[in-house]
């Protein structure tokens, strides 16, 4: 039974990042939805048919900041990756965060910052360093010069502890906390699917 409710679950998830662009729902209306499967677990596979489309049609959906910790923090951009169960795998929605936030396949449930992030404007991989900043003379020709290069790069790094650096050739971001992507209008980044 408690495969069931896990493969029930995960579909709902598929089905909410899909028709809903990642955003979660409201911890009370979890709850309820969670107890009415559980009681109508016996029941026809219609009921469940039912519940499903009730949940991917409610409109009250709302984000709720986290606040992600780890142990671990260094310059390798990835250092804190989650190994990946499944093959060609996508974030839903996309994460951004500081160091102090794990890396992996980001979820509504598991709000993870993505480390295979890839730019659509220049078609670069986006590299992250941990506890580090960008400067605030950094421009669109010092990254378009000098990615990838770290040697060239440290020289408008800054290092600050818990913060994240971000940049592909034609943008750059400093995080210090977990930050839906989709905040970040200006930023043309999407997971570029996670292997391995």
Known sequence: MADDLDQLLDEVERRLCHRHGGEEEPAAAKEGRSAKVL??????????????????????????????????????????????????????????????????????????????????ACDFRVSLFNDYIWDQSCDYLFFRNNMPELSKLRAKMIKKKGARAYACQCSWRSIDELTDLQTQQQLRWVCGKHGE
């Open 39 to 120: 009681m109508s677990a016996d029941s026809s596979e219609e009921d469940l048919d039912d519940i499903i489309d009730e949940i991917c049609n409610d409109n009250s959906f709302t984000k709720t900041p986290l606040k992600l910790k780890s142990n671990s923090a260094s310059l390798t951009p990835e250092r804190n990756s989650v190994l990946v169960q499944a093959h060609g795998k996508r974030c839903c929605p996309v994460y951004l965060g500081g160091s102090l936030s794990p890396s992996g396949i980001g979820t509504n449930i598991s709000k993870r910052t993505c480390d295979r992030l890839r730019c659509t």
